[in-house]
């Protein structure tokens, strides 16, 4: 089964500085989708980004980007520009194609944004 | 917005005790998904649903069961609770047959079992 790391418990940032959020997966399939989820204190789970395996090009959504690197099985998560409103816990999300569409999460990165 | 609601939103109930939570949404998707969270596991899968009567089972389902009759509803019943089950629960649908496939999540139901 596919299974998710996020290997930082907890991240903090400088408003208006950038940081990235790290992800890494394990899969023996060539084609897959990648998301990334924000969960604010209201708790609702809102997606940031999506990345489809069989595009090279790293999906950018406004100041959130991503760096995946398909061989390494990388797909870390940019926030430009950090904002008090980005402060909030990231999942990094793994979903096959076909089959029961079910995802697969990683643990999640409490990140914090300092004024 | 999904147009997902979940019902109760928090819940406290004894070990023991039967509990059923709600799923519904407005926009007739076939695909529907229930999740719990607890720190240090993200989200896993209970069960999900393809269509009306059908149900399979996900990562966590054992003292679980869910049901499917119309599809804008999604149940998903603890028969007998126990405080393992203290969790947050989370609906989803997914929008299959378009894009990549993300997935849309309810608000969540905080689940406290004494």
């Known amino acids: 089964a596919q299974t998710v790391t996020q290997s930082q418990p907890e991240m903090s940032v400088q408003e208006a500085e950038t940081v990235t959020l790290s992800c890494t997966y394990d899969t023996s399939e060539s084609d897959y989708y990648l998301f990334w989820y924000k969960q604010p204190p209201s708790r609702q789970m809102i997606l940031v980004i999506r990345?489809?395996?069989?595009?090279?090009q790293n999906a950018t959504e406004n100041r959130f980007s991503v760096n995946f690197q398909k061989a390494a099985k990388s797909f870390s998560l940019k926030i430009s520009d950090s904002q008090l409103g980005d402060a909030a816990m990231y999942f990094c999300a793994y979903r096959s194609p076909g089959g029961n569409n079910d995802m697969r999460f990683g643990a999640g990165t409490r990140l914090t944004v300092k004024p | 917005d999904a147009g997902i609601t979940q019902s109760p939103r928090h819940k406290v109930t004894e070990t023991g005790t039967p509990v059923t939570l709600r799923c519904h949404q407005t926009?007739?998707?076939?695909?529907m998904y229930w999740y719990r969270q607890d720190p240090g596991h993200g989200l896993r899968l209970i069960h999900y649903?393809?269509?009306?009567?059908?149900?399979d089972k996900g990562e966590v389902s054992d003292g679980y069961s869910v049901s499917r009759s119309k599809t804008e509803d999604f149940l998903l019943t603890l028969e007998s609770a126990t405080s393992s089950q203290t969790s947050v629960y989370f609906c989803?649908?997914?929008?299959?047959?378009?894009?990549?496939?993300?997935?849309?999540f309810g608000p969540g139901t905080r689940l406290t079992v004494t």
């Open positions: 926009e007739n998707h076939r695909y």
């Open positions: 649903s393809y269509g009306v009567k059908d149900t």
């Open positions: 989803a649908i997914s929008l299959a047959g378009i894009g990549s496939y993300e997935q849309y």
């Open positions: 990345q489809e395996a069989y595009k090279q």
